[in-house]
């Protein structure tokens, strides 16, 4: 483990207010049984995360995961493998991106 995250839920009828700023880049999906593509329905509730995992970059072969605890209001964030000191911290956004991921 290297993060527990607590949430701040962006309630559903807030979402459409939300989704059309720069906030919306920075949202985890927040309902049982959904994915993080599933934010593209702009329907119920999204999540930003506090502490460091909100700025975690997005990686194809990540070196760590995370693991929605919806019912806790928390995101753990897990290491996938030894990490060197130094290295930056990423993880699969497992959704379809805005933008163009640069290799690292």
């Given at each position: 483990?290297?993060e527990r995250s ?15 700023t720069?906030v919306?880049t ?16 702009h329907?119920g ?7 460091h ?8 072969q ?5 693991i929605r ?10 290491a ?6 130094g ?6 956004y497992?959704?379809t991106?805005?933008f ?5």
């Open positions: 483990m290297i607590p949430v701040l839920v962006i309630p559903s009828a807030e979402r459409p207010i939300v989704d059309g720069i919306f920075y949202v985890f999906m927040w309902e049982h049984g959904t994915t993080e593509e599933d934010l593209y329905q329907r509730r999204a999540a930003i995360a506090l502490g995992t909100s700025l975690l970059s997005h990686s194809y990540p070196n760590c995961s995370f605890n919806i019912d806790e209001l928390t995101i753990d964030i897990l996938s493998r030894a990490i060197k000191a290295e930056e911290l990423t993880i699969d497992q959704m991106l805005w163009d991921p640069q290799p690292i």
